[in-house]
Nanobody, 120 residues
Framework: QVQLVESGGDLVHPGGSLSLSCVAS????????MRWYRQVPGKEREFIAG????????NYVDSVKGRFTISRDNGKNAVFLQMNSLQPDDTAWYYC?????????????WGQGTQVTVSS
């Protein structure tokens, strides 16, 4: 069965760092575009970072550029999100997303999320 399992969410102080992981099963992350989203209660889920299966190119929402880094480890079949200089506005549930190549049908998979709280 296809699964994405996020972990690493925690309560941290402003300015702190946190690393999130997304471990996949049932498919290979090396063949999929992998993305991180986040969502605050009452708001729409927001794209924050993505990494392509072709050339490992990355892109980020402006609010996290320079602070967050998405990476892929094909050996571990996992994707990571390194978050630095965390701010209270980063408080949210963070979700891992996988997108199949167009030739495979562009099916999407979602994890259950992990909670990040940034507070003093």
């Amino acid at each position: 069965q296809v699964q994405l399992v996020e972990s690493g969410g925690d309560l941290v102080h402003p300015g702190g760092s946190l690393s999130l992981s997304c471990v996949a099963s049932g498919f290979s992350v090396s063949t999929h575009t992998m993305r991180w989203y986040r969502q605050v209660p009452g708001k729409e889920r927001e794209f924050i970072a993505g990494i392509s299966s072709v050339g490992d190119s990355t892109n980020y929402v402006d609010s996290v550029k320079g602070r967050f880094t998405i990476s892929r480890d094909n050996g571990k079949n996992a994707v990571f999100l390194q978050m630095n200089s965390l701010q209270p506005d980063d408080t949210a549930w963070y979700y891992c997303n996988a997108l199949q190549p167009p030739s495979w049908g562009r099916r999407e998979y979602w994890g259950q999320g992990t909670q990040v709280t940034v507070s003093s």
